[in-house]
């Protein structure tokens, strides 16, 4: 009987330690699932690219026009534009939905870009329009790209340019005491190859042609090979200050300006070759001054090759 009375009261007493430890279980049990669902919120955005009106070279800036969208749960974006500013953002839609909320705007202003000219006149540049939240840092706020209905319109174009690669992606960018979630999303420019040939390469080939065509003058000429180098020297300048009056001030070479260089050079190649010509000429050394112009001339194609390994692969490297 005694021992029936132990086994009761032990029974009793882990019965009471259950019923005080269950509910204190509970609740570490309740914290540890919130902890784990705890983290940013993340909102979906979607960019809808209607026109990109101006492209202004010389200033890096970009008009454009393009709808944004924003699919949230709990945390309304409250959204700040970086390298430039709209002139208008207009409010097109806003929802409060079952699953998540909508918001919609249309955005049109001046960003600015960040263009790079050293493949100049081959030049491609990634045009972006870049946002944070104001607000919340990326622990409490991630964006994330909505592919599948983000785009560009069909039938957008850029006067001068040809359009490519539409990109959407978020990136963590890092400042000194946090980090922010910035979505970024934007197309690549670049040139037509043909109209570059035609309209960038083929008058200063031609201007370097009517140059070279001196060696087949008679060395007993020179005067007229001297003014024809020293002419289409010139033309080659301006031609070459003109090509870049459309570009904006820059701290290095551009590959127009390396093919430059190996132009100029070879027009100080033909015009030092003419005037040793002239020396020997003048000298009464007809026959010397003519195997010289031709060794000279069939050196051509090799100085041709050096000078553009040297001006437009080396140079271009270190630049």
């Given at each position: 009987m005694v021992n029936r009375l132990k086994v009761g009261k032990l029974l009793a007493v882990i019965l009471l330690a259950s019923a005080l430890c269950i509910p204190a279980l509970s609740v570490q049990l309740a914290k540890a699932s919130s902890s784990e669902q705890e983290g940013p919120s993340r909102v979906k955005v979607g960019v809808w690219l209607n026109s990109i009106e101006k492209v202004d070279v010389p200033a890096g800036t970009f008009t454009v026009d393009f709808y944004l969208w924003f699919k949230y749960h709990d945390v309304k974006p409250n959204i700040e534009f970086l390298k430039g500013s709209p002139s208008t953002i207009d409010l097109i839609t806003e929802e409060e939905r079952p699953l998540e909320n909508y918001l919609e705007y249309r955005v049109k202003g001046v960003f600015i870009g960040s263009l790079d000219f050293r493949g100049f006149p081959f030049d491609e540049h990634f045009l972006t329009v870049e946002l944070e939240d104001k607000e919340r840092n990326a622990s409490e706020l991630v964006f994330e790209p909505d592919e599948e209905e983000s785009g560009i319109d069909p039938k957008l174009e850029i006067i001068g340019w040809d359009v490519k690669g539409f990109k959407l992606y978020e990136e963590r960018h890092a400042y000194p005491d946090e980090n922010y979630s910035r979505f970024i999303?934007?197309?690549?420019?670049?040139?037509?190859?043909?109209?570059?040939?035609?309209?960038?390469?083929?008058?200063i080939i031609v201007i370097t042609l009517i140059s070279l065509l001196t060696f087949s003058i008679s060395v007993k000429n020179f005067g007229l090979r001297v003014s024809i180098c020293v002419m289409t020297l010139?033309?080659?300048?301006?031609?070459?200050?003109?090509?870049?009056g459309a570009l904006p001030p820059l701290g290095y070479l551009t590959l127009f300006d390396r093919i430059m260089l190996v132009i100029y050079t070879l027009f100080l190649y033909n015009l030092a070759v003419s005037v040793q010509a002239m020396r020997l000429v003048e000298a009464g050394k007809v026959k010397l001054a003519e195997k010289f112009e031709t060794r000279m001339q069939n050196l051509l194609p090799a100085v041709v090759i050096a000078l553009s390994l040297i001006y437009i692969a080396l140079l271009g490297f270190v630049t």
């Open positions: 999303f934007g197309v690549t420019i670049y040139r037509s190859k043909i109209s570059v040939a035609f309209k960038n390469l083929l008058p010139m033309s080659a300048v301006v031609y070459h200050l003109a090509a870049l």
